[in-house]
C-alpha cells in the first residue's frame, strides 16, 4: 500500500498529529509518512514523548520505522498486524504513559486477543491527561460504548522524575456509538485531593476552598494519600457525574504554586464547563474523534471548537477514515457546536 | 535517515548532582538533567567517578538516570584523584581516559559534558576536545530559570570549530578587513593583486614570527609596510617591544657591526663605552633591515647566527647576549642574483626567502594612484591643519598625466608622496588648480629626465622591457641597451618614422650626410626585431 503523506507542521499540537496518525494507521494498517514535524519551532523534529509513542505503536504494529529519532523531521511508519498480549513499555520522563496508551489503546481493543499493557514513566503530566481523567472519565465513557479495558495506577509518577507505573487490561471489543449531544441533569459532584509524599495537609487546603467555592459537603470532599512514589506531587480532581455522562476535570500541583491556587484553577475549569451547553469538554472532545470512528460514527456536542479538534479531525478525514462535519448547534452557537463522525466503511 | 547514537562523558561532581529523598526531583542536578531531556536521548553515558569521594552519590544518579532516562545506558569508571584541583593530575586522569576509551567517531558521536565537575575538570576537558584527543563536542547544561521541577533546564553542544559560527565568522572578516586596511595604512587601494598580497601578509603577519622578505623598487612602500605589521602585532599584543628600522647601505663599512650588533667598552679605538646595537635595541620588537642586500659578507655571518640561535657576540665581547626579535627585511636588489655572484650567503638567503612578498612598483598599480593622492592630501592636512583639495579639472589632468605612459613613477610612492606635498604647498585658498599641476607636471618631467633615482642602465632596461619580450632584451648588450632606449624613446614622442628620424640624426641633416633618415632608422630598428608600428601600435 502506498504511504500517506501527512506535513506535521499543519494545525497545531505537531504530537497529537503524530499520536492520531500512529493510531490511524494501525487500525487501518495504512502506511504512512510525517514530514517536516515540528517544522518552525525552536528544536523542530521529534522529541523524546513522540518517540515513546512511536516505539509503542511499532512494537503492538510489528511496523517497520524510518526516521525515528530525536531531532528527526520525517518519519515512515508501516504496520504489518497488531499483536496482542503482554507488553511492558518503559519511557521514562519522556512524555506522559496516558498518552502512549491513548496512541495504542484503540489497535488493542481491536487484536483479536487479550492484552495487559504496563507503561512506566509519569502519570500525571501538566500537558496530558491524568491517570485519574482517563480511569474516571474516558474509559468509563469507552466501556459504554463497548469497549473491554480497565486502567489501574499501580502507583503514580510525578514529572520530572516519572516512576510510575500504570497497567491497561485490554480485550477484543467492538464499539458502538453513544447519543453524547446532551450531558442531562447534574447527579453528584465527588472532589479528590492526590497528595503523594506531600503532607495531607495540603489536600485539605485544597478541599476547603473547592467545598467553600463550589458549595459542597464535606463527604463529596476526599483526600487520597499514595505512598511515597520517588517524586512528590499533588493533584486534584472534579469528577462531575451527569445523568448521561461523567466529566473529570483535572488541575496539577507543582512547586511554587499555592495549594489555594491549584483549587482555584479547578474551580474557574468546572464553572466553565457547568455554564456551557455542550455535553463533552474540550479535552474530552478531542480524544473522543478516534473510538466515534472505531465505533462506526456518532456525534456529541462540545463547546467552541480548540484547534486540535479540527486538526485532528482533518488528520481523520485524511486517512480517509470519516467524514466529520463540526457546526455550530441550535442554540447559542459561540457555546455550544455539534461534531459529527460518519465513518467510511 | 539513522540516527548516529550519541554518547556523553562526564565527570561526576560531589556538587551539583548532590539530592537527597525526593526533594532532590526538585532541585536541577545536571549529570541527571542529561537523561530529562525533551530533545535530547544519549545512547549512553559515559560516567568519570571518584569511588572513594562520590561511590554513594554515582549510585543513586545511576538509579535515577535509569528511571528517566531508560534506554539510556550509564557505564561508570572510577578515577581516582588526590586533587580534583590539580591540573597536572586532572588532566593525566583525563587524558588517560579518553587515550583509553574506544571511540568509533565513524558511527558514534561525542559529546563532552563540560558542567560538572570542578573547574580544572572543565579547563581540562576544554583543552582535550581542542588538542582533539577527544574527537567530541562540548555539552553545557544550564538550570531552568525557576527550579520548580518542571523543567530539566536547558542543553547546548559547544562546537569548538570557530568557522561553523556566522556571528563570529563575520567578526572574523570584518576583524580582517579592518587588518588590510590597517596594513594599507588606510587607503582604499584597488589594485586586486596588490590587495590579494596584503592579504596574504596580514595571514603571515598574524600568525607567525618567521621573517619576512619585502621584495620592491625603492619607494614601493616597504618601510611604511614593515612599520604597519609591526603596529598590528604590538596592537594584538604579539610584540611588546619596539620598531627599529635600519638602512644597510648607511651602516656599510667598519661601523656596520658595531651598529647592528654592539660593543663593549675597548672593543676598538674610540669605543669609550659599551653600545647595545640596533639588534638588542629590537628585543622582543621588531627588527626592519632595509637594503639588506647592502650587508657585507661579515656582518651577514652574524645575523644568520642571530637568527637562527637568537644569541651573537658583541664586538670584541666574549659573551653571547641575546635578542628576540621578528626580523623584516627589505631588498630593490634580486637577492637570488646577488646570492649567484657571491655578494650574498645563500644560508642567509634561505632564511628570509621564507615569506617573501614582491611590491609593485607605483606602475604596476595605476588603479592605486588615485586613494594614494588622496591619502597624501590627508596626510598633509594632519601636518599642516590645512585641508587642500583639487579642482575637479586639476585633477583629472593629474590623474591623465599620473596614469599615463610619460609618468615613469620612478621612485614610486616617495615621488607620488613629494608630487602631492609640492602641488598642496603651492595650492592657493586649499585648491590645487590647473596652472599647479601643469607645473608639477613639468617639474616630474624634468627630473624623471635627469634618470631620477635610476641609473642610466635600469632606465634603458625597464624602457626596453616593454617594447621587448625578456630573452630579446637578455640577448642585447648593455652597450647597446641605452642607444636603443633613446631611440624608443624618441619614437613614441614623434608622430612619424620620419620626424623620429629627423630628430636623431639632426647633426647629419646639418652636414646633408643623411639623405633617408627614415629609412636609416627603419634598418636599426630592424636589427633589435623591432618596427615602428610595435613601438607606437595601442
Excluded at chain 1, 469528577?239 to 483549587?263: K, P, S, T
Excluded at chain 2, 597536572?88 to 559529546?111: C, N
Aim: contains cysteine.
Amino acid at each position: 500500500m502506498n504511504p500517506l503523506t501527512i506535513d506535521g507542521a499543519q494545525g497545531e499540537g505537531g504530537g497529537q498529529i503524530l499520536r492520531s496518525a500512529l493510531t490511524l494507521s494501525l487500525l487501518r494498517r495504512q502506511p504512512f509518512r510525517i514530514e517536516r514535524i515540528r517544522a518552525g519551532r525552536a528544536h523542530p523534529g521529534l522529541m523524546r514523548q513522540h518517540l515513546a509513542c512511536v516505539e509503542a505503536a511499532a512494537r503492538i504494529g510489528l511496523a517497520r520505522v524510518d526516521g525515528a529519532h530525536v531531532g528527526s523531521t520525517a518519519l515512515e511508519f508501516e504496520p504489518q498486524g497488531l499483536v496482542a498480549g503482554h507488553h511492558e513499555i518503559e519511557i521514562g520522563s519522556a512524555g506522559s504513559t496516558l498518552l502512549v496508551l491513548q496512541t495504542i489503546l484503540l489497535p488493542l481493543l481491536a487484536a483479536d486477543g487479550p492484552s495487559r499493557v504496563r507503561i512506566h514513566g509519569a502519570t500525571h503530566n501538566p500537558l496530558a491527561p491524568s491517570a485519574d481523567f482517563v480511569a474516571e472519565g474516558f474509559l468509563p465513557l469507552l466501556r459504554r460504548m463497548g469497549a473491554n479495558a480497565t486502567l489501574s495506577v499501580e502507583r503514580p509518577g510525578f514529572m520530572p522524575a516519572g516512576g510510575g507505573v500504570i497497567e491497561a487490561v485490554v480485550g477484543p471489543s467492538s464499539l458502538v456509538a453513544l447519543p453524547l449531544e446532551d450531558r442531562g441533569a447534574l447527579r453528584d459532584v465527588r472532589i479528590e485531593a492526590l497528595v503523594c509524599g506531600l503532607p495531607r495537609e495540603i489536600a485539605e487546603r485544597e478541599l476547603g476552598v473547592v467545598a467553600r467555592r463550589l458549595r459542597l459537603r464535606a463527604d463529596q470532599c476526599h483526600v487520597v494519600e499514595r505512598p511515597r512514589s520517588e517524586a512528590t506531587g499533588n493533584a486534584l480532581h472534579a469528577i462531575l457525574q451527569y445523568q448521561h455522562l461523567r466529566v473529570v476535570v483535572q488541575a496539577l500541583g507543582r512547586r511554587g504554586l499555592r495549594a489555594e491556587q491549584v483549587a482555584q484553577g479547578l474551580c474557574e475549569d468546572v464553572r466553565r464547563y457547568m455554564l456551557g451547553d455542550g455535553a463533552v469538554d474540550e479535552h474530552l472532545a478531542d480524544q473522543l474523534l478516534l473510538p466515534l470512528v472505531f465505533a462506526g460514527g456518532g456525534s456529541f456536542t462540545t463547546g467552541r471548537p480548540s484547534g486540535h479538534l479540527e486538526s485532528n479531525a482533518r488528520l481523520i478525514e485524511a486517512f480517509g477514515a470519516a467524514r466529520i462535519a463540526i457546526a455550530p448547534a441550535q442554540g447559542d452557537p459561540a457555546k455550544t457546536w455539534l461534531v459529527r463522525v460518519d465513518a467510511v466503511r | 535517515m539513522a540516527a548516529r547514537p550519541q554518547i556523553a562523558i562526564g565527570f561526576l561532581g560531589t556538587q551539583l548532582d548532590q539530592g537527597q529523598g525526593a526533594g532532590r526531583w526538585e532541585k536541577w542536578r545536571p549529570t541527571v538533567s542529561l537523561g530529562q531531556q525533551p530533545d535530547l536521548e544519549l545512547a549512553r553515558i559515559e560516567l568519570l567517578v571518584d569511588f572513594d569521594r562520590s561511590g554513594g552519590l554515582a549510585r543513586r544518579v545511576v538509579d535515577d538516570l535509569r528511571q528517566v532516562a531508560p534506554r539510556t545506558q550509564v557505564r561508570l569508571h572510577d578515577v581516582r584523584l588526590a586533587d580534583p584541583w590539580d591540573f597536572e593530575e586532572v588532566y593525566a586522569a583525563l587524558h588517560d581516559f579518553l587515550r583509553g576509551y574506544a571511540f568509533d567517531p565513524e558511527r558514534e558521536d561525542y559529546l563532552l559534558h563540560i558542567t560538572t565537575g570542578t573547574h580544572v575538570v572543565q579547563i581540562c576537558w576544554f583543552l582535550l576536545a581542542e588538542a582533539r584527543f577527544a574527537p567530541a563536542r562540548l555539552l553545557q547544561t544550564a538550570p531552568p530559570r525557576r527550579q520548580d521541577g518542571r523543567s530539566a533546564g536547558t542543553w547546548s553542544v559547544i562546537d569548538l570549530d570557530l568557522a561553523r559560527y556566522d556571528r563570529i565568522a563575520q567578526r572574523f572578516r570584518r576583524d580582517q578587513a579592518d587588518t588590510a586596511s590597517f596594513l594599507k595604512s588606510g587607503i582604499e587601494t584597488r589594485n586586486a593583486a596588490f590587495n590579494r598580497m596584503i592579504e596574504q601578509i596580514e595571514r603571515v603577519a598574524v600568525r607567525t614570527r618567521a621573517p619576512i622578505l619585502l621584495v620592491g623598487p625603492t619607494g614601493a612602500g616597504k618601510s611604511m609596510l614593515a612599520k604597519n605589521i609591526f603596529a598590528l602585532k604590538k596592537q594584538r599584543h604579539a610584540l611588546e617591544g619596539a620598531f627599529v628600522e635600519v638602512n644597510c647601505a648607511t651602516i656599510r663599512g667598519d661601523g656596520a657591526g658595531s651598529a647592528l650588533f654592539g660593543h663593549v667598552r675597548g672593543a676598538y679605538t674610540g669605543a669609550a663605552g659599551e653600545r647595545a646595537g640596533l639588534l638588542r635595541s629590537a628585543d622582543k620588537g621588531l627588527l626592519f633591515l632595509d637594503e639588506i642586500g647592502e650587508l657585507g659578507l661579515d656582518e651577514q655571518a652574524m645575523l644568520l647566527r642571530a637568527i637562527e640561535d637568537r644569541r651573537f657576540l658583541p664586538v670584541g665581547g666574549d659573551r653571547e647576549v641575546g635578542s628576540d626579535f621578528q626580523l623584516i627585511t627589505g631588498t630593490n636588489r634580486d637577492l637570488a642574483q646577488a646570492v649567484g655572484e657571491g655578494r650574498f650567503r645563500e644560508d642567509l638567503f634561505a632564511r628570509l626567502n621564507l615569506w617573501t612578498f614582491a611590491l609593485p612598483g607605483l606602475r604596476e598599480r595605476p588603479e592605486d594612484i588615485e586613494p594614494n593622492i588622496d591619502f597624501e592630501l590627508e596626510r598633509f592636512a594632519r601636518l599642516n591643519d590645512e585641508r587642500v583639495g583639487f579642482n575637479t579639472e586639476a585633477r583629472q589632468r593629474y590623474l591623465r598625466f599620473a596614469t599615463g605612459p610619460d609618468a615613469t613613477w620612478s621612485g614610486n610612492f616617495r615621488d607620488l608622496s613629494a608630487s602631492v606635498t609640492r602641488m598642496a604647498t603651492l595650492a592657493r585658498a586649499g585648491r590645487i588648480d590647473a596652472a599647479v599641476v601643469d607645473e608639477e607636471i613639468a617639474r616630474l618631467r624634468r627630473a624623471w629626465a635627469r634618470g631620477g633615482t635610476r641609473d642610466g642602465a635600469q632606465v634603458a632596461e625597464s624602457v626596453l622591457g616593454e617594447v621587448l619580450p625578456p630573452e630579446a632584451l637578455a640577448a642585447i648588450d648593455r652597450f647597446d641597451r641605452s642607444q636603443l632606449a633613446d631611440v624608443v624613446r624618441v619614437c613614441r614622442s614623434t608622430r612619424s618614422l620620419s620626424e623620429a628620424g629627423r630628430v636623431l640624426f639632426q647633426a647629419s641633416r646639418e652636414r646633408r650626410s643623411s639623405v633617408n633618415d627614415a629609412d636609416r632608422l627603419r634598418k636599426y630598428l630592424r636589427r633589435f626585431g623591432l618596427d615602428w608600428d610595435a613601438l607606437t601600435g595601442p
